[in-house]
């Protein structure tokens, strides 16, 4: 997002994978995701029919090592409906090369909601909330990887080990805001990067997001940021999907006056990726849904992140403009999570206060206005 509040740093590591996990329930599949979406302009389509339950145990996610082959994803989760991921010209595919739309859930910075993602949270954002996904939003600066790298890498390697026993795909994502030139962060993100894409080869359910809201430089620039980092990720894991930022807060430049043609005429050199636009939406609304229905013709494009508020990630949420975002990317089958899995003061947190500090994260007692909106979004 644009801006942040200011939010007190906790010293709270994120929850470790516990050796007993809860029974969880296998998710059905996704109404959005594997049926053919309706018009734009039409409402939230109907849930279709629930398939029968798989038979197999999926209830136990196994502990995966850090190193070696990951064990398989349990039966009826995301990756084992869709398996690995590749871009086939302006979608995302599946195994299968259908095109897919997966839909989750972005963390806040791990600094700042440390004990946000944990096994409870993530089991309930699999099988209660039924998302296809989830972000890992590692903040640069801001008390963020550059304070600790070891500490920070620990934490995403954690959050990815979590998720990938339930079956989730995983975003990670080199959270770069301020300063909005990549470039600066150049040399961290080639350290972290080829430090994770190596511990995380074997997997096929990880995305990387290689700076979140580029800002304040022009598209050469980050163009050239994605180009050095790209190779580094290449060398380590050759197919996975990567997730360029574009300019302007990951706007296609229409927060800094451009479209999407600078992106169409001068495209990053290198194979299986995308590019994300994040949008707000109180304020972000008919210009910006033009500029995503139009570059879609020629971009694939991964809205990475968004929220229901203003780009402040605060005030009074926008539930119509929403859905007529949500109802937008549902029939151009473009991927999303929302910001924030996190329980802090503001509109854009999906928990209420304290929720991430205890056990419960089912059901929609424990959400704000904004999570009971995007969990009936995930289910319905």
């Known amino acids: 997002m644009h801006r942040r509040a200011a939010l007190t740093s906790t010293a709270v590591a994120l929850a470790a994978l516990v050796a007993g996990w809860a029974a969880l329930t296998v998710p059905t599949a996704n109404a959005e995701t594997d049926t053919a979406p309706p018009a734009a302009t039409g409402p939230a389509r109907t849930r279709a029919a629930d398939p029968p339950p798989a038979t197999a145990d999926a209830t136990t996610p196994a502990t995966i090592p850090a190193t070696g082959a990951p064990a398989a994803a349990p039966v009826g989760s995301p990756v084992d409906r869709h398996g690995p991921l590749r871009v086939c010209g302006v979608h995302l595919c599946d195994a299968a090369g259908e095109p897919v739309q997966l839909r989750g859930m972005s963390s806040h910075g791990l600094q700042f909601f440390p004990d946000c993602l944990n096994p409870g949270s993530l089991a309930a954002l699999r099988t209660d909330w039924r998302a296809d996904f989830v972000r890992v939003a590692m903040y640069v600066q801001e008390g963020g990887f550059e304070t600790d790298p070891a500490g920070f890498t620990r934490r995403v390697d954690e959050a990815v080990e979590t998720a990938s026993a339930l079956g989730l795909y995983v975003v990670v994502d080199f959270h770069v805001l301020t300063p909005g030139d990549p470039l600066v962060n150049l040399d961290r993100a080639r350290s972290f990067f080829a430090e994770v894409a190596a511990r995380h080869a074997a997997r096929t359910n990880v995305l990387w997001e290689i700076a979140n809201e580029p800002n304040g430089v022009a598209w050469a620039t980050i163009k050239s940021y994605a ?127 304290g929720t991430c500090a205890g056990t419960d994260f089912t059901g929609t007692a424990v959400l704000t206005e904004s999570g009971a909106f995007i969990r009936s979004r995930l289910r319905g």
């Open 227 to 353: 180009e050095q980092v790209i190779p580094v990720i290449r060398a380590a894991d050759p197919d996975s999907v990567v997730l360029v930022g574009t300019r302007g807060f990951s706007s296609l430049g229409v927060s800094e006056g451009a479209d999407e043609t600078e992106v169409t005429d001068d495209p990053v050199e290198a194979g299986n990726i995308m590019y994300t636009f994040h949008f707000y939406a109180a304020s972000h609304r008919d210009l910006q849904r033009e500029t995503v229905a139009r570059a879609a013709r020629s971009l694939p494009l991964f809205v990475s992140e968004f929220g229901t508020q203003t780009f402040t990630g605060d005030g009074p949420n926008d539930l119509a403009s929403a859905t007529t975002w949500l109802d937008l990317l549902q029939r151009l089958k473009i991927s999303y999570s929302m910001w924030s899995w996190s329980d802090g003061p503001e509109s854009n947190s999906v928990f209420r206060r």
